[in-house]
Each structure stands twice: as C-alpha cells, then as structure tokens.
T-cell receptor
C-alpha cells in the first residue's frame, strides 16, 4: 500500500515552454503533498507543501509564479514549471502523507527528470 | 532553525564490514525520525522510522537505528553490509508539521 506515482518519468522541453508533472497517490487519500527538487549528488530540497483545496505554501526562494502547484483532489497534485529555462533542469520528486497518519510518514514518488534545452 | 546533519558524506566499505551512519538533529521538541535509501536510479524507499516507544528500531534489509534523545541522534547501523547496499542514505526529521528536514545524505559504496 501507500504508492505514489509520478508522470511523466522523464521530460525534455524547449526553453520558454511549460511542463506539467503529475503526482498521484494510488491507493490512499493524501491530505498533504510535497514537491522536492533534487540536484545531482545532493539532498532533497523542499519546494512547496500543498494541501487539497488550498493554496500551496512555498519555501523561501521558490518562485510561486514559476512553479505552479495545484492540489485539486485528495489523490492528485500537479506541478507546472512555467517558462522553463535550462537552470530548471533537475529531478523533481513528490511525496504524500496519508489522512490521519500521525507518524507523519511521507511516501515518495519515483521522480521526474526534467531537461530543458 | 531546525537542521539535520549527516557527517559522513561518503563511506566506502568492503562486504561484510559493519556500518554506522551518523544523523544528528537540532530540535528540542518531539520528533519523528526516518531513514530513507535511494538506490542508483531509483526513488526514495523507507528503511525505518521512529515514532515512539522502543528507541531501537529495526527496519528492512537488516538495518536498525537507535534514537538517543540526549544526544539528538538517530544513527543507522547494519552489522554486515552487502554489495547491494550501495546507495545513498538520507536521514529525515519531522516535528509536527509534516514537513521533513532532510540531511545532506551519505553515499555508501560497498566493495565486492
């Protein structure tokens, strides 16, 4: 149980275009979903926290207009990278927590590798 | 500000050697602690977690960790590593907000 999927797993886009990444909790309802960015050989950097039906909370230094997050249902959150540039190339990972899980465990998706050319 | 330190950035061991990876955090309140593993090209997988109760936690694949509250530590151990344990290991702490604070990770390489 507690599986999180991401789609697509890899995407290549041209500079200036927008890319949408989906994060789904497959077998549970997720009260909260998180979006991380992982640079090569580095740790995960939290970008934003999203709760179903409300606006995402962005970490300091993350541009909310560039990284649009929508959490429309208890099983789906999307991250849209708008007007992508090569420096946005990275590995984006989402995670989700279950409703009423007081251990705060997060379940991670497999990640999406974005390459902006 | 809360932080998590993993002092060993790179560790190289031979098979059958014992492993201990350090994790220290800076937060005085109640915490939940996690160790995740990321195998090359794969996503994060939970090795073990501490929520409450026995501070010695056993996880998957023979890993265990001990929560020592007085030392703000949650070190990961394995008595005998295998080549397949080659991966990156992340410690994470959460303190009531669902928001993880990750350590910088430890890259383990096990020589066959």
């Amino acid at each position: 149980g507690a599986v999180v999927s991401q789609h697509p797993s890899r995407v290549i886009c041209k500079s200036g275009t927008s890319v949408k990444i989906e994060c789904r909790s497959l077998d549970f309802q997720a009260t909260t979903m998180f979006w991380y960015r992982q640079f090569p050989k580095q740790s995960l950097m939290l970008m934003a926290t999203s709760n179903e039906g409300s606006k995402a909370t962005y970490e300091q230094g993350v541009e909310k207009d560039k990284f649009l997050i929508n959490h429309a249902s208890l099983t789906l959150s999307t991250l849209t990278v708008t007007s992508a540039h090569p420096e946005d190339s990275s590995f984006y990972i989402c995670s989700a927590t279950q409703v009423r899980d007081h251990s705060y465990e997060q379940y991670f998706g497999p990640g999406t590798r974005l390459t902006v050319t | 500000a809360q932080s998590v330190s993993q002092h060993n950035h790179h560790v190289i061991l031979s098979e059958a050697a014992s492993l201990e990876l350090g994790c220290n955090y800076s937060y005085g309140g109640t915490v939940n602690l996690f160790w995740y593993v990321q195998y090359p090209g794969q996503h994060l997988q939970l090795l073990l977690k501490y929520f409450s109760g026995d501070p010695l936690v056993k996880g998957i694949k023979g890993f265990e960790a001990e929560f020592i509250k007085s030392k703000f530590s949650f070190n990961l151990r394995k008595p005998s590593v295998q080549w397949s344990d080659t991966a990156e290991y992340f410690c994470a702490v959460v303190s009531g907000t669902y928001k993880y604070i990750f350590g910088t990770g430890t890259r383990l390489k096990v020589l066959a």
